[in-house]
Every structure is written in C-alpha cells, then in structure tokens.
C-alpha cells in the first residue's frame, strides 16, 4: 500500500447470483436479491475513457477484459469482468460524484461458477 493508503471496516464473505445474458447484459445481486451491478459489458479496447491510446488511458487493450459503467443519482459504479471458461471473474469500485481527490470508494470482487 501506497503512503496514506489506509481501509477501515469488516470485510465480509456472501453468495449471490450473476446472470449474462447473450446480448452482453450482466447482473450481479446478492443472496436476498438486491442489485449490487447492472449494466451491459463492453470491450476494454471500445471504452474510450478507459483505452484509447493516449498518455490519460491504459497502454493495453486488455484483450479478453470487459467492463460497464452506472451513474446514479450521486455515484459512479466502475464493474470490471472476464470469463475463465464456465466461470466469470469480476470487480466492481463504487465512488461518490462528484469525484474529489482522496475520495471514499466501497469495492468488491467475486467468482460466478455455472
């Protein structure tokens, strides 16, 4: 960690439910069916504010990485995915808007299996 990187708080362990539908539609909700993600994955390489070759954006497409953005009322949600034959890797960073430097973020990750 980073000087002044510093979490708080308990981390906890839970089941839910990722659906992906074939027209690239993902939902991520935990064990009593509340929302925690929505949205439709994109290509890294087709997400502009991500990747698109200049100094502000990653180097690397990250060919074989998918992601979608949600802003809501006063937040941003950030989810990022991948497929590892019948499973699905993901993480997702949830900031308040607007965005401020040293801002609070909340984030979790997670494995679907079929």
């Known amino acids: 960690m980073g000087q002044n990187n510093a979490e708080s ?3 906890s362990e839970g089941t839910g439910t990722v659906t992906v539908g074939a027209d690239g539609s993902m939902a991520i909700t935990d ?3 509340n929302s925690m993600a929505a949205g439709t994955v994109a290509v890294i390489a087709d997400t502009p504010y991500i990747y698109d070759g200049t100094a502000n954006t990653l180097p690397d497409p ?3 990485m998918f992601t979608f953005r949600s802003s809501t009322g006063g937040s941003q949600q950030d989810v990022f995915v991948t497929f590892q034959g019948n499973a699905v890797i993901f993480s997702s960073f ?4 607007p965005l401020v430097q040293n801002g609070v973020y909340e984030y979790f990750y997670g ?3 079929k």
């Not at 949830?94 to 808007?97: A, F, I, N, R, V």
Request: charged share 0%; net charge neutral; glycine share 32%.
């Open 31 to 33: 064990s009593q069916g």
């Open 9 to 11: 708080g308990t981390a």
């Open 94 to 97: 949830q900031t308040g808007l």
């Open 62 to 64: 990250l060919f074989g």
């Open 111 to 113: 494995v679907g299996l």
